[in-house]
C-alpha cells in the first residue's frame, strides 16, 4: 500500500511512473482518480490521461480499472439513485488517427443494418471539465457509476441557475464555473477549478466563494443541449476535423477537456450500444499532448546566428508521439539557472503531435553548468538579461554558418544550400553569402564536391539571381535585427530599397510601427549588410519593387489602407492575388482578428476563420464579390 508521502511524491513527479510496479501504478490511478471525483484533484487532469492513464493502458491494456466507471466515495449521499438513463465515460481518442477508426467502426455498424451513410449525421461539442449531472427536472443526480447516482437537487435549491438561463430538465450536463470568473476571483484560493465546484455539490454548507460564484451566475448547471454545436456529414466531418475542434474548444468560457462527437442517429446508436465504460457511438478528442519523464544525460551549448546560446538538454532516448526523442531546448541559460536542469535532472517531456518537444518543467533538479566561453569560437560569454551571449560575431564559426545558413532559407527559390553544404564551404573558406555566388564549378571541385554536385549548385545559384524575388524577401534574408519579412515589407512601401541605406533613424523612427528603439537597431544592421547587398545586387538579382505607399492610386479605391485576409481555394493563384491587394495599398493579413476589414472566401472553406470574421463583425465576401469590387474601381 502506497504511503501519503509517496503518493505526493507521485503526483509532484518526484517519483517516477517508470519506477512504479504495476501493482502500485493501478493503487495511484484509483486513488487519483478517486479524488478527481470527489472534487478534490491531487494531479491535473492532462497528466492523469496523458501519464498515469497512458502508462497503465500501455502495460495492462485488458486491465477492468479500463473498463468501468467508478463512483464517488465521499461527500455524497449514500443512497444511489438509478439514472433517467445510461451516464457511460466517453472513449477517448488522442489522433486523427484513432478517430477515422471510430469513423470505420461507424461505416461498419451502419452496413450490418443498411443505414445509408450518406444519411449520418454527427454532431460535436465541447467536453467541459466540470460535474457531470443528469437533471430531470425534478431531481439533479451525479453520474455515480453510470447507472446509479447520488441525489443533489440541493444545489439548484441553493441558487444554482441553469446556463443561458435556460429550464431545467434537458438531462445531462455538468456543473462548471466560468473561467473567466474563476482567474480572476478563485485562482488564488482554490488549485483547480473543480476543487472549488466540490464546493457547490457536497454537504456541507455554502462559503463565501461559492455564494458569490452562484450570485454571479458564474457558477451554473450548464445542460449539453445548451453548448454551441457543430453538425455535419462524415465528409464535412473529415475534411474540417480541425477547424471544427478549435471552434468548439474556444466557443465556451469554461474549463474544456477536449471534444465530444456523437453520431445522432437513433436507430444506428442503438445498434451500436455500448460496453460497461463507454457508449460506442460517442467519442472524446483530446489534443495529442504525450508526456514523459526523461533523465537529462547533459546540457550543452548551441550557438545561434546571432550570438545567442541556447541550452539543449540531451536525454535518454524517449518514445514519445512515435518517435525517438534524443534533445530538447532549454530555450534560455537564465531558465536553465531557475529551473535547476543540468546532467542527472528529471525532466517533464512534452511532444503535442509532430511539434519539437518541449521540457513542461523540471521534476528533479541537478547541478547546473553554466559556460564561460563561446562553444564554437572560446570567446567570452557575457549576460544580456536572461540570455548568455557570444558578441564575437565576425569570427564566430557557428554565427558565419548560421547567417549564411538563413539567407538561403529565407531566399527559398534555390536548393542543396543546407547544414552540410555550408559546412563544408566554411571549412574551405567561403565566410560571406557573396564568395559562395562567385564561385565556379572548379572550385567547388577543388573544395572535395562531386562533378554533379558542383554543376547543380551552380545550376541553382544561376536561378537564385535570374527568378525574380520581392525585394522585402531579399532584405529579410540577411537578417537584420528586427527586420523580419513583415517589417522589410513595411519599411519599403515608404521607402525603395536603393535609398533605406541613405536613411537616418529618425526617418526610420517617422514610419509608422517602428518605435525609437527599433529604429536605431536597423540604422545599424542596415550598415552592418550594405557592402554585402552591393556585391550582390551587382550580381544580378532580379528584385520586384514594392509599390510604395505614395505612389499608390487611391482614388475610388475601396480597399485602400483596409487589411484583408485571404482563405480558401481561390480560381486564381493566391500569391497573385495577394500581390495585386498589396498594389492597391491593401494589408494583407494571415489571421482574423478585430482589426480586420474584409474576409476574401474561396472553396472548402474552414469555419474557424469565418466564425472568427462574424465575431468581429469582418465583412465576408466571396471571391466573386471581391473581384467585381476591384472591377468596379476600374
Known sequence: MLSNQIIEDIANQTFLVSNLSDANLIEFCTIANQCYRNGNPIISDENYDFIFIRELAKRLPNHPFLKIVEEEIEGFSEEKVKLPEKMLSTDKAYSWEEINKWLERITKFSLEINHSLDGIQIKGTAKLDGFA???????????????????????????????????????????????????????????????????LIKEKELDKFAIDAIS??????????????WLGSIDEFR?????????????????????????????????????????????????????????????????????????????EPTQLSGATIYRATGHHYGLVKEQGLGAGSIIELTRSGLVIPKINKVLKTAEVDIPNNCPSCGYKLSWDSDFLMCFNHEECPEQIMGKIIYFFRILANNDGFGNATIQKLYVAGLHQV?????????ELISMGFGEKTSQNLIDQLTRSRQESIEDWRFLAAFGVQRLGMGNCENLLKSYSIDHIFN????????????????????????????????????GGFKLEQTLLSANINISNNLFNNKKIVFTGAMSESRIELE??????????????SSKTDFLIVGENVGQSKIKAAKSHDVEILTEAEYLKKLNSMK
Open 133 to 199: 449531472g443528469y437533471d430531470d427536472g425534478i431531481s439533479l443526480y451525479t453520474r455515480g457509476d453510470g447507472n446509479k447516482g447520488s441525489d443533489i437537487s440541493r444545489v439548484f435549491e441553493r441558487g444554482l441557475c441553469v446556463f443561458n438561463d435556460s429550464k431545467r430538465g434537458q438531462g445531462p450536463g455538468e456543473i462548471v464555473v466560468k473561467r473567466s470568473y474563476f482567474e480572476k476571483h478563485l485562482g488564488d484560493h482554490f488549485e483547480y477549478p473543480r476543487n472549488f465546484q466540490a464546493s
Open 216 to 229: 454571479a451566475k458564474a457558477a451554473l448547471f450548464v445542460p449539453f443541449t445548451q453548448l454551441p454545436l
Open 239 to 315: 475534411s474540417q476535423f480541425q477547424d471544427i475542434v478549435s471552434e468548439l474548444e474556444e466557443g465556451v468560457d469554461f474549463d474544456v477537456d477536449g471534444v465530444v462527437f456523437e453520431i445522432i442517429s437513433p436507430e444506428l446508436k442503438k445498434h451500436m450500444g455500448s460496453n460497461r465504460k463507454f457508449h460506442r457511438w460517442q467519442i472524446a478528442f483530446k489534443e495529442n499532448k504525450e508526456k514523459a519523464q526523461v533523465r537529462v544525460v547533459s546540457v550543452t551549448a548551441q550557438v545561434g546566428r546571432t550570438g545567442k546560446i541556447t541550452p539543449v538538454a540531451e536525454l
Open 434 to 442: 557573396s564568395d559562395i555566388y562567385l564561385l565556379s564549378k572548379a
Open 503 to 538: 536613411l537616418s533613424v529618425e526617418d526610420i523612427s517617422n514610419i509608422n510601427g517602428f518605435a525609437e528603439l527599433t529604429a536605431e537597431l536597423i540604422f545599424d544592421g542596415l550598415l552592418s549588410i550594405k557592402a554585402q547587398y552591393e556585391i550582390l545586387i551587382l
Open 579 to 592: 500581390k495585386q491587394a498589396k498594389s492597391l495599398g491593401v494589408l494583407v493579413g494571415k489571421s482574423v
